[in-house]
């Protein structure tokens, strides 16, 4: 704990006595083994919402083989109740400067020592799981995972639970039909069996469609890494060599790139190709010990696309970075993503900063599953290590990812949800809607493609006909009601979707839902960090999405992103010729990777990892925004800004969309209404707003102010 103090013994010993006093009570004892009684395989328990919400007999096409073998399952730990309090405790600890601790960050021997389950616990579980057949492949450094092995027959044998085959919207899964049961002696240190399905997080990209408007035709300005530079303030960085030199980015996927030669095209073609230090490599990362459960997975369709745009991204925001693809194979049962976050945090040397552009809502994702992400995050952050997570691309209804209509109420993603992470919204350009756009892009194109003049004034980004802005501009009083926009021709065309950037409160991490995939039940969120306390955001004791937002918009009103793909037969395009012919998308996706771009920059003025910036980040824009925001920093002022602005504050739109039913939907008349926190009243859910909102959290970024304030 005290490797980095080099003072004279004296206050050496000084501060040895602090540390001691002020330790939590779990790191001056060893665990509390929770396992007493004796294993009775009659007295159960059940571990409730454990089981997806698409399971159900309509979808059912019957139990798979009892020989069908399913590979590195996970069993999550459950750490002493004390230790737990202890641990959060001490990571508020490690973030505070007037701590002893603070950043003091841990080894991977350290955390498991002062924060990890009892061994003797972790060897009671093992040993149960082995006598009923199943393969113990290997614990993780922390303690707090189990990954084992068996087949369907030994699933039934251990966990009372059967894995069936269902097919969902025309493709095939096999899950289990209902929730695990465990001995009841081993429930004080089992959290649960993190998945015993095959249905994965989605990316959080969206393809540009091709838009038409009532009001006539749009001209695009679509962004490139030079109008990144110039609109959020990266060019006084880079010329002062602040550009990410010494600093590692990884993106977490579950399929390698297409190609390698992508990055390097997207570099040559955006003038990056100067910044020397700047890398690109795949790496498969292993555990530290136990059998190897990160395969190479080789191209994934469909998700491939997500790989070359964060790495791409990621490398536009710090050009001398080294950028990695940390990868592993999905396995029968297990996010290939999680698998690869897991091996990195538990090993002797975590990156500094990882990105995460996938997501699934809390009620679907599962109490274990929400769990695992939150576990790992947290030992993430003990470890220094800087985690942005996409906060999704479907407004507040994150349970209708990739939909036409919501119809499951509020809902947010449970990968990004947790206390441990920064959740990265999505805004768009308004200067379209504002009639504007010559006074913030050139009608040329610079020799890199750039052709954005100055900081562009945001509004959420929102691609719904629930939108106040498009409903508005396309001559419409309403968004809803049957004479609402929602219920036109026009937005019955081309606005009945969800594709927006998402925020809201957690609202179950914790608990099983009473309706499939809806907040209910006993849902709970989580609660509220310490350091959410800004003005804008509620007192509703949870954990509120997103924390920070970037562009992130997939042209619905003229901007959108230009990455290489040349994978033609999963969507991409041939990477030669003018960039406008290249493959085009929005989503937070973009945003997480860029934010943690704009990190390294932090990190590399710093000379030090960070662990969570929220901390700092909402400390800044406490300052900034004091209790009434900041009227020199509304993003509605456009070049207008006060030059000494860290955050933009959005106070323009919202990002509600189109529903029906009876889940926060508004539906006064007609058959589309929008998403409300009320069914009876219109209350958008959400609006922009003064200082932080559920629209876009805390606002974007002057990145050369975030450093030089840091």
């Known amino acids: 704990m005290l490797k980095k103090f080099n003072s004279s013994f004296p206050v050496r010993l000084a501060i040895l006595i602090t540390l001691i006093c002020a ?69 508020d600890l490690l973030h505070d400067p007037k701590s002893p601790y603070f950043h003091q960050w841990l080894s991977a021997e350290q955390f498991r020592a002062d924060f990890g389950p009892a061994d003797a616990d972790v060897n009671v ?68 069996i993190v998945s015993l399905n095959d249905f994965r997080p989605h990316s959080n990209f969206m393809s540009r469609p091709q838009y038409t408007y009532t009001s006539g035709s749009l001209t695009y300005h679509p962004v490139v890494p030079a109008d990144l530079a110039t609109i959020y303030n990266l060019n006084p960085l880079f010329k002062a060599g602040i550009s990410g030199q010494g600093q590692t980015i990884v993106v977490i996927e579950d399929t390698d790139v297409y190609s390698a030669a992508d990055w390097t095209t997207f570099r040559s073609t955006f003038g990056l190709s100067g910044y020397t230090s ?15 459960n990160c395969r190479d997975p080789g191209v994934v369709a469909g998700n491939e696309m997500e790989a070359e745009l964060d790495a791409q991204w990621a490398s536009a925001a710090a050009p001398s970075a080294a950028i990695v693809v940390a990868s592993c194979k999905d396995t029968g049962t297990t996010f290939g993503g999680l698998i690869a976050l897991q091996n990195l945090v538990n090993s002797s040397t975590p990156p500094a900063i990882v990105s995460i552009s996938y997501g699934e809502c809390e009620s679907k994702n599962g109490a274990a599953a929400n769990a695992a992400y939150n576990s790992v995050y947290q030992q993430a952050v003990a470890r220094g290590v800087s985690v942005f997570v996409s906060a999704g691309d479907e407004g507040a209804a994150s349970c209708d990812a990739d939909q036409k209509n919501a119809t499951h109420g509020i809902g947010v993603s449970g990968l990004a949800s947790t206390p ?119 007192a509703d004791a949870v954990r509120d999405l997103p924390d920070v937002s970037l562009f992130a918009a997939n042209g619905v009103w003229g901007h959108y992103y230009i990455f290489c793909d040349s994978d033609k037969s999963d969507g991409g395009a041939a990477c030669a010729g003018a960039p406008s012919t290249w493959t085009g998308a929005g989503g937070t996706s973009f945003a997480s990777p860029i934010w943690a771009g704009f990190q390294a920059l932090v990190n590399q003025k710093a000379q030090a990892r960070q662990g969570n910036p929220n901390t700092v980040y909402y400390a800044l824009a406490a300052a900034e925004y004091r209790s009434g925001g900041s009227g020199n920093c509304n993003s509605s002022l456009g070049n207008g800004v006060a030059s000494n602005c860290i955050f933009y504050g959005i106070t323009l739109g919202d990002i509600d969309v189109n529903c029906s039913g009876t889940n926060n939907c508004y539906v006064p008349s007609g058959t589309y209404g929008v998403l409300s926190t009320s069914d009876s009243t219109y209350s958008k859910a959400y609006a922009a707003g003064i200082g932080w909102s559920f629209s876009t959290g805390i606002g974007t970024v002057n990145v050369s102010n975030l450093v030089n304030a840091w």
């Open 420 to 538: 441990y992470n920064v959740a990265v919204g999505g805004t768009d350009f308004g200067d379209t809607y504002a009639g504007v756009t010559a006074s913030y892009w050139n009608a040329a194109n610079a020799a890199n493609y750039g052709s954005a003049i100055s900081y562009v004034p945001e509004i959420p980004w929102n691609d719904s006909c629930a939108s106040g802005l498009i409903a508005k501009v396309e001559g419409y009083a309403a968004s809803y009601g049957k004479n609402g926009f929602c219920n036109s021709a026009t937005g019955n065309a081309n606005f009945l979707t969800t594709a927006s950037g998402s925020g809201g409160p957690s609202g179950c991490a914790t608990g099983a839902p009473s309706k499939s995939g809806v907040v209910s039940g006993t849902c709970k969120g989580y609660a509220k960090p310490s350091w959410q306390s800004l003005v804008g955001n509620p």
């Open 125 to 192: 579980v093992s040993d149960w799981l082995s006598r009923h057949g199943l393969k113990i492949n290997g614990v993780q450094p922390n303690g707090m995972v189990i990954d084992f092995s068996g087949t369907a027959g030994q699933i039934r044998d251990t966990f009372k639970t059967e894995i069936h085959q269902v097919e969902v919207g025309g493709v095939a899964h096999l899950a289990n039909m209902s929730n695990p049961y465990i001995p009841a002696a081993l429930a004080d240190a089992v959290s649960g």
């Open 23 to 91: 330790a939590p009570e779990s790191m001056a004892q060893a665990a509390r083994q929770v396992v007493t009684r004796v294993i009775d395989e009659r007295q159960t328990v059940e571990m409730i919402a454990n089981t997806r919400p698409e399971m159900n007999s309509e979808n059912d096409r019957g139990r798979v083989e009892d020989a069908l073998v399913l590979d590195h399952m996970q069993l999550l730990m459950k750490r002493p109740a004390e230790r737990e309090a202890a641990l959060a405790h001490f990571i």
């Open 278 to 292: 700047g890398s690109f490599t795949q790496v498969h990362p292993a555990p530290a010990s136990g059998t190897n």
